[in-house]
């Protein structure tokens, strides 16, 4: 059994997720909330203590017992939502804390938001406290206090937040807030935090019938929304979980999907791997359309394919791309170092922004293709979108030799990347698919020589005759886990000799039981940083699916079964493993549990005997 005392910072794994889609809170195993940004994914936090447990802030609701007195935690969902339970078992009774976050309908971006909390206790009685103790503007901003019969109010320059409860409060350490009480089994109190950003944030007591139609019309929006997955296959559970993850990470007003809730959580502790994450990658553009189209939420891809037209009606006066950008749109993302936060477990530094915005990517053509190619299966493109994709075409025809920095965001400077020429290829082939399947006006002949001289190159420059595999960069002779795409782009039959030999040398040189690193850092391109990094879990899921393509059906499900094992406890994955099934790296993390619904998708069409290679 888990004791809840454990040091300051608690592990990532321990954390589950509620949000209004248009941001997230995480709660911990401990009943803390330890990140919150208001009012959107990428809003400075109020609640940051994931990245300074002094500093940071928090809302915490946990029992105080002697310290003699053993407390265990476990969280659950509410059946089919993304409603979390916080549950303390001890030998004097059982509580429990329920999270959740009103849905707004409308996508009002100027809407409050409000976290809603609700104590209880099952069985016996329970000493709890809470604390609230907000920390503005990552922790920069000074906030001041105003108590009435119904709570607080905290008031900061840019935001203001309503706390309130039936409870007395009084004031705790950084103009925080604390409440003492004990309930008896069906007792129940509820905290209200409301918030927003016009400093209009109002104190209304929440009755029990208002805390019973917020919740309920929260339970009926979720199962409601899940009830619409079409997906019936084997790890359904696993399966639906992803997708309410992935509706989370969702920004309703503009459909666009975050690729992690977090910033800066460390791929190694202690090392300077930290990234911002919560900005939108069109590297996960084709795994996204793939994901919901797979799973029936049309809604969902026609919104995110709205959000990736506008991004294409954008396109630099030369027809090129950048790879990342706001969820709304925007190009600047200025990465920027908060100095004052100690990072997580003292992982510093502390990032907001992320300057990869700036690095030329070159894969990304071939991710935004293979993404309208696969929406123009379910609805047919404008010719207006086709005639910018031309234009991106031809930067692309005219740049694909060009050195980047690749799928991996290395900072050691460009290179070659053989991944990035597989993606120029597909960006040819798919516009060709497009063109021919619709009659859409192209340069066919120019596209049909670019794509075969593409594969050509590929084929001479990218693969090591010393090593029998293809490899990360022309020149290198090291294996990189990105090659394991090729089969899932059809640029390799999963057959292919040569396709074999490279899975072989990536499951001998980079592959840890079921973890697989993107590559070995001491060996492969200088990525510009120092330290090392855990497993890439979408890696894992990437050789699942490629060993199922290939036929090789016991072995890939043994990985998928120990790789859904190391889902945490209500079914979330962050980024990375350090070599003890840690979680490392931003959490939840989108483009794992994308690649998690298309290996289970195909695993289950595999066993099924429907799976093509």
Known sequence: MENMRTSTYQPIEDYGIIGDLHTVALVGKNGSIDWCCIPRFDSPSVFGALLDAEKGGFFRISPTLSDSMEIRSRQIYYPETNILVTRFLTDDGIGEVTDFMPIKQGWDTTHPHHIIRSVSVVQGSLPFEMICQPACNYARDQHTLDFNEHGVIFKSEHLCLALTTSLPLK??????????????????????????????????????????????????????????????????????????VLKLLTYAPTGAIVAAATTSLPEHIGGPRNWDYRYVWLRDASFTLYGLL??????????????????CHELEPNGSLQPIYTIDGKRELNETVLEHLEGYRKSAPVRIGNGAYCQNQLDVYGELLDSIYIFNRHQDISYDLWKHLRHLLSWLGDHWRTPDEGIWEVRGGPRNFVHSRVMSWVAFDRALRIARHRGLPAPITDWTNTSAEIYDDIMDNGWSSEKQSFVQYYGSTEADASSLLMVLTRFCGPTDPQMISTLERIMRELTSDSHVYRYDPAKAANDGLSGTEGTFTPCSFWLVEVLARAGRLIEARLILEKMLSYANHVGLYAEEFSPTGQALGNFPQAFTHLALISACYNMDRALNGTLTG
């Open 171 to 244: 004031e705790h350490a950084r103009k925080g807030v604390r409440a003492s009480f004990t309930l008896q089994a069906n007792q129940r109190v509820y905290f209200l935090l409301e918030c927003t950003r016009e400093g209009d944030a109002k104190l209304h007591p929440l009755t029990e019938r208002h805390y019973e139609e917020d919740f309920q019309d929260t339970m009926k929006y979720w199962q409601g929304w899940l009830a619409k997955c079409t997906y019936q296959g084997r790890w359904r559970e696993m399966v639906q979980r992803s997708a309410l």
């Open 294 to 311: 797979t799973l029936g939420f049309t809604d969902e891809a026609e919104a995110f394919m709205g959000w990736l037209d506008q991004r």
